[in-house]
């Protein structure tokens, strides 16, 4: 086997092309394409596909349920300043409970940047820049798996804020209600 087949120009060209923030993410300077590679670098890029999409979905999961904690907050503080008297003095330690689970909640929900991989005008200019040859499409497809696990991981992070930011506020919620049933409780 030559060197021109076990490293085509069009795979050469795409990796050397990569953005520096993926250099080190896939050796690919060098990779015979082979049928199995090309519907490995498929199935890979689908896969990367598809959990982009669940994490978005997870996103919008997040923030729907932290809205509805912000919600019940609203119609808790309501109550507590509504019937304050029944908390024998003790309503402010209530209110600073629901106050601090409503930060929390507000904190979780704010707007993020989601990483969502190249834009498609950019990685279709960047992948063909050298031309079209055999090979080129599995080199593309492995490009974009390096690029989508880069947003994949940066959106890992904005999700774990937001489920902790959902648990401190469930958390302080329910530690606040235990409070307000002793307070009732006290004569």
Known sequence: MTAAQRCPSSVAAATARRP?????????????????LTTIAETARDLGYRQLDEQLQAGDNFDTKLVGILGFDGAALGAVLA????????????????????????????GVSWALGPYPSEFY???????????????????????????????????????????????????????????????
């Open 125 to 187: 200019d960047e992948a063909t820049r050298g031309g079209v040859g055999p090979g080129s499409a599995t080199a593309a497809n492995l490009v974009l798996v390096a690029e989508t696990d880069a947003a994949l991981r940066t959106n890992d992070g904005v999700l774990k804020r937001k489920a902790r930011g959902l648990l401190l506020a469930v958390s302080t919620l329910v530690v606040t209600s235990i409070v307000t049933a002793v307070l009732l409780g006290v004569r």
């Open 83 to 110: 019937f304050k008297d029944s908390l024998h003095g003790w309503w402010a330690v209530t209110t600073l409970g629901i106050l601090i689970s409503s930060f929390f909640s507000a904190y979780a929900i704010r």
């Open 20 to 36: 520096a923030r993926l250099a080190g993410a896939h050796n690919m300077s060098c990779v015979a394409i082979t049928p199995d």
